[in-house]
């Protein structure tokens, strides 16, 4: 079972600053971060069940894999929301399980009750359902990416550069934080593939390794590998 989290209402809206919701005013960071229920997770356990309803969620720490018919087909790092289609009353259609990252973070998110009409009416006021919309059209696009480079057939590097570039989006400074095993499970790929893709990167300079599992993503470089590859030049 997941395990409460001790944090002042006031260090949960730091954290919720530190993403795309700080564009938020005060009153409405206020709501969220005082509605908010800060949970910590075991590696593998799971947040909801394919089915489930009702719930929110947006990742502090480690990694949450989203898993549909027993295939790994996001993950998803700190500053992601979750869960969006229980704002529209809908169960979620895949299992969302917890993971501790390369680096041992173990997973934390804070969830939020949205059967709860109070809570539902923050996230469905304009300000937030503008942002989280924002993150539901730039998932389609990632996916859109990846169907064409699929298409195309092209190397690793390109599907691992869109995969980086949607983690980076998520975080102020563009960091990413994910081990090569765990980018090779979203992937696809194996870890050798990985590390290859990872240099190719490199000298291209749209990634470069601060420590180990975490990178400085370069996101105009990355558009633009992802871009010629697709168009295949």
């Known amino acids: 079972m997941p395990r409460r989290v ?29 509605s908010a229920q800060p949970l910590s997770f075991k590696h593998g356990e799971p947040v909801w069940c394919r089915g489930d309803a009702g719930t929110v969620a947006w990742v502090v720490e480690g ?14 790092g700190p500053g992601q929301p979750l869960g969006l289609s229980a704002l529209w009353g809908k169960p979620h259609s895949a299992e969302v399980r ?11 998110l804070l969830l939020w009750d949205v059967s709860d009409e109070q809570v539902l009416r923050v996230f469905r006021s304009p300000e937030v359902l503008a942002l989280l919309l924002q993150d539901a059209f730039r998932l389609v696009h990632h996916l ?31 960091e990413v934080e994910i081990g090569q ?38 996101l105009a470089r990355l558009d633009a590998l992802i871009e010629r590859e697709q168009r295949g030049a």
């Open 6 to 34: 001790f944090r002042r209402s006031a260090e949960v809206r730091g954290l919720l600053q530190q993403g795309r919701l700080a564009k938020l005013d005060d009153a409405t960071l206020d709501s969220l971060a005082a």
């Open 63 to 76: 990694a949450l894999d989203v898993i549909h018919h027993d295939v790994v087909v996001d993950t998803l």
């Open 98 to 108: 917890a993971r501790r990252t390369a680096r041992d973070r173990a997973p934390e």
């Open 144 to 174: 859109n990416d990846l169907q064409v480079l699929y298409r195309r057939k092209c190397g690793a590097a390109a599907h691992i550069a869109t995969h980086l570039r949607r983690l980076a989006s998520f975080r102020q400074g563009g």
């Open 181 to 218: 095993k765990e980018l090779g499970v979203l992937t696809g790929y194996d870890e050798r593939t990985v590390r290859m893709a990872l240099a190719e990167l490199a000298e291209l300079g749209g990634v470069t390794s601060l420590r180990r599992s975490v990178y400085s993503i370069d």
